[in-house]
């Protein structure tokens, strides 16, 4: 079982910055992948990015590709999402996820545990 905490969202103007965080819990964090997902206002959860356990594979969704950078720290159990140069597009409420295997899938449905969500807007 893991349990999933994100922090660090909040009202930012477009082309600031926010560094979104993700507590774990569970001795076997480092054996999970560890995506997030954003959901904004009348949208589907969509993929904004995934890393593997041994951060050695990492994937972008187009529209946050060299804007947001994914990282993990095993010892600590926390994932990190650095968002860049936000857009008013990017407002929503953002979910770290956890699955139980090695490949960082970018499909929602393949993630076993999800996080409560923290909400991210950004003014124009």
């Known amino acids: 079982q893991v349990q999933l905490v994100e922090s660090g969202g909040g009202l930012v103007q477009a082309g600031g910055s926010l560094r979104l965080s993700c507590a774990a819990s569970g001795r076997t964090f480092s054996s999970y992948t560890m995506g997030w997902f954003r959901q904004g206002p009348g949208k589907e959860r969509e993929f904004v990015s995934a890393?593997?356990?041994?951060?050695?594979?990492?994937y972008y969704a187009d529209f946050v590709k060299g804007r947001f950078t994914i990282s993990r720290d095993n010892a600590k159990n926390t994932v990190h999402l650095q968002m860049n140069s936000l857009k008013p597009e990017d407002t929503a409420v953002y979910y770290c996820a956890a699955r139980s295997d090695s490949y960082p899938s970018q499909q929602k449905n393949d993630y076993n545990y999800w996080g409560q969500g923290t909400q991210v807007t950004v003014s124009s």
């Open positions: 890393i593997s356990w041994s951060r050695s594979t990492k």
